[in-house]
């Protein structure tokens, strides 16, 4: 009886498809966040150069006067 009970808890866990869109969204999230993880250097640098290229031209933009003499 206990073989014939554990095949029937077998197969109606294969064919219930409850908590299938909880398991879909858990993979979605795991999915976004591992492409998030890979492309962050690539996102790190882009914003570093950035911001130095910015900074860059704005040191240069500075062209400060020879002290006047007496």
Known sequence: MENAESRGFFSRLLHDDRGQDLIEYGLLAFTIG???????????????????????????????QPPAGP
Do not use: M, S
């Open 34 to 64: 591992l492409v998030g993880v890979a492309a962050w250097d690539a996102i790190v640098t882009g914003i570093g150069t950035g911001y130095g290229n910015w900074d860059t031209g704005t040191q240069n933009l500075w062209d400060p």
